[in-house]
């Protein structure tokens, strides 16, 4: 059975950092992307990062420059390291895993995606 666990949450005075740390168990298949999404109270869940198997990046703009993920592929491991935290960072984090498929040698996403059940970060002004 896939299990998405993340930590590291906490809270945080504005302008500190946080790293936020998340493993994937069980897993028996190949895996593409890993991804961080966050959702804040009333709020619809957003991207906030995702990395590809071989460490292509992409971060909603709000984060840009603050935040950095990072995976260990050997560990089944995404990382986020978030610095300058501001007060509207403040949310539940959660991590996916998306499972790999391949053609022709070549690793695709399947959309299937195994999800974590979110760590809260709490950036106080």
């Known amino acids: 059975q896939v299990q998405v666990v993340e930590s590291g949450g906490g809270l945080v005075q504005a302008g500190g950092s946080l790293r936020l740390s998340c493993a994937a168990s069980?897993?028996?298949?190949?895996?593409?992307?890993m991804g961080w999404y966050r959702q804040a109270p009333g709020k619809q869940r957003e991207m906030v990062a995702t990395i590809s198997y071989g460490g292509s990046t992409n971060y909603t703009d709000s984060v840009k420059g603050r935040f950095t993920i990072s995976r260990d592929n050997a560990k089944n491991t995404v990382y986020l390291q978030m610095s300058s935290l501001k007060p509207e960072d403040t949310a539940v984090y959660y991590c996916?895993?998306?499972?790999?498929?391949?053609?022709?040698?070549?690793?695709?996403?399947?959309?299937?995606?195994?999800w974590g059940q979110g760590t809260q970060v709490t950036v106080s002004s």
């Open positions: 069980g897993i028996t298949f190949s895996i593409n992307a």
């Open positions: 996916n895993v998306e499972r790999a498929t391949f053609r022709s040698g070549r690793r695709y996403g399947t959309g299937n995606k195994y």
